[in-house]
């Protein structure tokens, strides 16, 4: 994956949105990066050691550092920064943004968790 030609966070700080060559822009929700942030913490080691991070309806993008030439770093106000973005990964996520947004909520539901 190329990288993207435009990374903007919006001035609320509540959305990034990414611009890859070729397609379409992708807007991504601080909220839904939070969410389902690539780092260990939320991911885990394995499948079954994944995270539903619950309370984050209101999280906001602070920062956005580059980490290479594949990757970002996002800072989020809750101080969570150590999940590594890939170009692959924001790829993905703008595709299956509506898929992952729904079953993030379904987990919250399943799991009696809420956004706030």
Known sequence: MTA???LR?????KLLTVT???HAPFELPAE????LSPSAE???HSPEQRVTVPGKRNVAITKVEPV????VRITFD????TGIFTWDY???????KEERWSGYLTELKEKGLSRD
Do not use: C, I, M, W
Not at 90 to 96: N, R, Y
């Open 4 to 6: 993207p030609k435009e």
């Open 9 to 13: 966070v919006s001035k609320d700080r």
């Open 20 to 22: 890859f060559p070729g």
């Open 32 to 35: 839904l990066l939070r969410v």
């Open 42 to 44: 939320v991911q885990g």
């Open 68 to 71: 290479g030439n594949y990757a």
């Open 78 to 81: 809750d101080f969570h920064d």
């Open 90 to 96: 924001l790829h993905t996520l703008g595709h299956e």
